[in-house]
């Protein structure tokens, strides 16, 4: 599945480094929830309005991997985060199951 590009939807985290940002968007797929990372360079241009590219010089590259690596740390822990409030809930939906019974 691809990700949508929704003006609506917003990103579930974003990195900024200067005028680098990586952007990290929850999508569900056919699998489940997935992250997916978006990585650009913010420059303006001759009126003043600010856009996004996605191409980089090579002085930004060293600063590109860092924030890669930084965005894969951040979705690692966006994962794990969900995980722990999937079995939280499970647990809870399980233990009120239980109270019912018991009643």
Wanted: net charge positive; charged share 40%; no cysteine.
């Amino acid at each position: 599945m691809t990700q949508e590009k929704n003006n609506s939807k917003r990103p579930a985290d974003v990195l900024p480094d200067g005028n680098l940002k990586a952007s990290i968007w929850r999508n569900e797929g056919d699998k489940g929830a997935y992250y997916a990372t978006e990585l650009a360079r913010t420059y303006k241009d001759a009126d003043g309005n600010l856009h996004d590219t996605h191409s980089f010089v090579g002085a930004d590259l060293l600063r590109v991997s860092e924030l890669a690596r930084k965005a894969y740390d951040r979705t690692s822990e966006l994962r794990r985060e969900e995980f722990r409030q999937q079995r939280a809930a499970r647990k809870d939906g399980h233990n009120r199951d239980r109270d019912r019974k018991d009643r």
